[in-house]
């Protein structure tokens, strides 16, 4: 695969996922879903990092995102930023 098409293919998954990044998407988050619930909607997360059972993933970018905070496979927080 050519550089070229690699970052095509790059930014269309990007642009993708951003897409989901929504108002309507975040009002179907809710405490207690699984994290394969979450990326069913949300698609695959932008950023994830934690330790200890804990985990935080966050989907967008630092205008528009939604932030969700796991314990073991289960939604126990989220947050969302600049949403439409």
């Known amino acids: 695969m050519s ?3 690699f970052a095509l293919l790059s930014c269309v998954l990007l642009l993708a996922a951003c897409g989901k990044v929504n ?6 988050l809710h405490a207690g879903m699984t994290k394969a619930e979450v990326e069913e909607l949300l698609g695959t997360a932008t950023e994830c990092s934690g ?5 935080s993933c966050t989907w967008g970018d630092q205008v528009s995102f939604i932030s969700v905070q796991y ?3 289960k939604v ?6 600049g949403l439409k």
């Open 71 to 73: 314990a073991g496979d």
């Open 51 to 55: 330790a200890l059972g804990m985990s």
């Open 23 to 28: 108002q309507e998407n975040y009002a179907k």
């Open 76 to 81: 126990m927080m989220f947050s969302g930023k």
């Open 3 to 5: 550089l070229r098409h």
